[in-house]
């Protein structure tokens, strides 16, 4: 109960911290009004971050919210490019609509300079797993080559993925990512696709 609990406060945290920062601005965003926000205590706030810059790398927390929401809104019947489309539609939508370009460069920087903790390239995270999930069973139904391996498969999904929210970031989100995605990602998985 402890743990659970635990993930409950942190993840109050990280979500009051991203409406806020979205809201706000990360720069005008205090540690104060995030505690007060997510209804937990500063010592909280301390436990589970060293400070605000902390959070940038809790993105992937949020995006793994997401996508576990998502998961249950899955079609079974849908093959395994109509899976990943969805996913990834719905969270290019997420993006625009919540998370500033701004941010998501920041997270990017971070990255770039090992200045955070970010994890999204944890292969335990929620989004790994669900997309291994939908590559492993494209493969078992025979919707999949399979002269490409799921991982390298997953990996370059990812890699895709990424490389559209950079650019979008670098173009300061002059157009909409999600019509951008739906456009060139459905080619780029169709050569996963077996003849």
Same mark, same amino acid.
């Given at each position: ?50 400070? %605000?810059?902390? *959070?940038?790398?809790?993105? =992937?927390?949020?995006?793994?919210? #997401? ?5 249950? $809104? ?66 078992? %139904?025979?919707? *999949?080559?399979?002269?490409? =391996?799921?991982?390298?498969?997953? #990996? ?5 993925? $990424? ?33």
């Amino acid at each position: 109960m402890t743990s659970k609990n635990s993930k409950s406060t942190k993840g109050r945290i990280i979500s009051s911290a991203w409406e806020l920062f979205y809201e706000q601005g990360y720069d005008a965003t205090t540690v104060d009004e995030i505690v007060e926000l997510s209804e937990t205590s500063k010592g909280s706030f301390y436990h589970y971050f060293k400070g %605000k810059d902390a *959070l940038l790398g809790s993105l =992937s927390f949020v995006f793994d919210e #997401k996508y576990d929401e998502l998961k249950t $809104r899955l079609d079974p019947a849908d093959d395994f490019i109509d899976q990943l489309m969805f996913l990834n539609h719905e969270l290019f939508v997420m993006i625009e609509d919540s998370i500033s370009v701004d941010l998501l460069s920041r997270l990017f920087a971070a990255q770039l300079l090992n200045k955070s903790d970010s994890n999204l390239l944890d292969q335990d995270r929620t989004y790994y797993k669900i997309i291994r999930a939908i590559v492993k069973n494209g493969l078992a %139904k025979g919707d *999949l080559r399979d002269d490409v =391996s799921v991982n390298e498969i997953c #990996k370059a999904y990812a890699v895709m993925e $990424r490389g559209m929210m950079y650019d979008w970031c670098i173009c300061s989100g002059s157009y909409s990512l999600a019509q951008y995605s739906n456009r060139v990602l459905r080619e780029f998985l169709e050569n996963y696709r077996l003849t």
